[in-house]
């Protein structure tokens, strides 16, 4: 599964953005998805999954409310929307495909290369 993550930017707090993950050369619906964010100098976050069958979603606490992740299996895609961004948003963002709906990066077997969200005045 290819992975191709996009929609990142820069943005004034209090702004939204919305990314786009597309996915070619697998059966996507039969996949977990995820989102996960890295700060310079830190480890990759979870921020938010859907699971394969009914679209049952999970977040991180920092994220819970503010942004949501919605999958659309005909074209072959996870979005994740963001609202009233933070300063501490700012990280590359990354999308994954994993075999288990998760938390865990260690789950996830097919990884996109990132996209840049930077949130600042």
């Known amino acids: 599964v290819q992975l191709q993550a996009s929609g990142g930017g820069l943005v004034q707090p209090g702004g939204s953005l919305r990314l786009s993950c597309a996915a070619s050369g697998g059966t996507f619906s039969s996949y977990p998805m995820g989102w996960f964010r890295q700060a310079p100098g830190k480890e990759r976050d979870f921020v938010a999954a859907i699971s394969w069958g009914r679209g049952s979603t999970y977040y991180a606490d920092s994220v819970k409310g503010r942004f949501t992740i919605s999958r659309d299996n005909a074209k072959n895609t996870v979005d994740l929307q963001m609202n009233s961004l933070k300063p501490e948003d700012t990280a590359v963002y990354y999308c994954?495909?994993?075999?288990?709906?998760?938390?865990?990066?260690?789950?996830?077997?097919?990884w996109g290369q990132g996209t840049q969200v930077t949130v600042s005045s």
């Open positions: 994954a495909a994993g075999s288990r709906y998760s938390n865990f990066p260690r789950t996830y077997d097919y």
